[in-house]
């Protein structure tokens, strides 16, 4: 059985006269909310994979690596700063020599 083919009126180019343009937009805000979201998460992947992050306030550049004291066991130890290297806790913030929290980026939404 064959389909039946409706016939394209005056009123489907109108239509589509007024509507293709808005494909347009949007498909172009598609494109460029994805390379945004692309380049988000190339900052924070270079940022989390960093050796030092800067602090938001004074602008100093905090390493990342060496010697903490763990909120949970309170155990000192020498390491990432991401994880107690005795319980394996995990850590959200650590603290710049000004005195204001560094929140870790992997962390973050
Ligand atoms: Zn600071
Ligand atoms: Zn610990």
Redesign the pocket.
């Known amino acids: 059985m064959a389909a039946q083919q409706r016939a394209i009126t005056k009123w489907d180019a109108v239509l589509f006269c007024l509507l293709f343009p808005l494909h347009v937009v949007r498909g172009v805000l598609m494109v460029v909310v994805s390379v945004a979201g692309v380049a988000r998460h190339v900052r924070r992947a270079t940022r989390a994979l960093s050796s030092t992050l800067e602090c938001p306030s004074c602008g100093e550049a905090n390493a990342t690596v060496g010697r903490w004291t ?1 909120g ?2 309170h ?1 000192t130890y020498h390491g990432w700063v991401g994880r ?1 290297g ?4 995990g850590c959200g913030w650590f603290a710049c020599t000004c005195g204001v929290a560094i929140t870790l980026p992997w962390e973050r939404p």
């Not at 005795?86 to 806790?89: D, E, N």
């Open positions: 763990c949970v066991c155990a107690c005795i319980c394996g806790a």
